[in-house]
């Protein structure tokens, strides 16, 4: 079955080190998302992707980075580790833009920065 | 701007109970409409949508949501709560690319 994978699961990461987290997808969707969650907030954007070599930011994109270098994948780098990035990151995916299609989720990453 | 509001933070209720979610956007073109939901521990998934026709949309597990364009709302309801009705919903709106999210609903079904 496709699916969404996200590793680590958990990272807990010290202030200023550079964090990768990876985003995986087997639905050969064209359309991938990086969000996070935050108590009060919701999901809120950083950055998504709609094909190889497309990147576009979100509205909470400082202090992030992502490159799509093939379909299924779309890493996200946080380039210097803050405390307020510490968060739950989900990446989605979905196919096309049709209004209609709906977003795919991964599990999840709980970062910590201390 | 685009946006997504969810009135109620924090639901608790009794099994057997009727649910009703609060959801009202802010667009202006043709919107797209997403109910999410997020059992503990787990993703996000797909509860139901609406994008055209019928705007009384059934999904999963006896969840439906009504779509008033007047009011700009998208509310989510199921007559009979179960406890394994407990999650976080989400309401989302997409537009032309983009989907934005609410802040999200906690609700808590007490047994």
């Known amino acids: 079955d496709a699916e969404i994978t996200q590793s680590p699961r958990h990272k807990i990461t010290e202030t200023g080190r550079q964090v990768t987290l990876a985003c995986h997808q087997t639905?050969?969707?064209?359309?991938m998302f990086w969000y996070r969650q935050d108590l009060g907030h919701g999901l809120r954007l950083i950055h998504y992707?709609?094909?190889?070599?497309?990147?576009n930011k979100g509205e909470v994109s400082d202090g992030y980075s992502v490159s799509r270098s093939n379909t299924e994948d779309l890493p996200l780098t946080l380039e210097s580790a803050a405390s307020s990035q510490t968060s739950v990151y989900f990446c989605?995916?979905?196919?096309?833009?049709?209004?209609?299609?709906?977003?795919?989720f991964g599990p999840g990453t709980r970062l910590t920065v201390l | 701007a685009q946006s997504v509001s969810q009135h109620n933070h924090h639901v608790i209720l009794s099994e057997a109970a009727s649910l009703e979610l609060g959801c009202n956007y802010s667009y202006g073109g043709t919107v797209n409409l997403f109910w999410y939901v997020q059992y503990p521990g787990q993703h996000l998934q797909l509860l139901l949508k609406?994008?055209?026709?019928?705007?009384l949309v059934k999904g999963i597990k006896g969840f439906e949501a009504e779509f008033i364009k007047s009011k700009f709302s998208f509310n989510l309801r199921k007559p009979s709560v179960q406890w394994s009705d407990t999650a976080e919903y989400f309401c989302a709106v997409k537009g032309t690319y983009k989907y934005i999210f609410g802040t999200g609903t906690r609700l808590k079904v007490l047994a």
């Open positions: 609406y994008f055209s026709g019928d705007p």
């Open positions: 639905w050969n969707h064209n359309n």
């Open positions: 992707s709609y094909g190889v070599q497309d990147t």
């Open positions: 989605a995916s979905s196919d096309g833009l049709a209004a209609y299609n709906e977003q795919f």
